[in-house]
């Protein structure tokens, strides 16, 4: 074992490029929980309004639904009994 092995400024070298990897996954990961949150806030949000206008106006969602699974039914009878 030679003194360039032992000393600190060798063993500083090593762990520094592991210390800066570690931070930058770090903020890596509070920048990926905070995307997270903010979705999830903005999908509870969509889901609220969408859960509003249902029960304001359920005569309009279930001729729309009704409208929408027809057009997909003829859409599919088209493609799958060819």
């Known amino acids: 074992m030679s003194a360039s092995d032992s000393s600190p400024t060798s063993q500083d070298t090593t762990t520094e490029p592991g ?3 570690r931070q930058r996954l770090e ?3 509070r920048e990926l929980e905070q995307t997270y949150d903010d979705t999830r806030a903005r999908l509870e949000s969509f889901n609220d309004q969408a859960v509003d206008f249902i029960r304001e106006n359920p005569a ?14 003829r859409l599919a ?3 799958w009994l060819r």
Do not use: K
Not at 60 to 73: D, K, T
């Open 19 to 21: 210390a800066d990897a």
């Open 27 to 29: 903020q890596h990961y």
């Open 77 to 79: 009878s088209r493609r």
């Open 60 to 73: 309009i969602c279930i001729v729309g639904a009704l409208a929408a699974g027809y057009l997909v039914g």
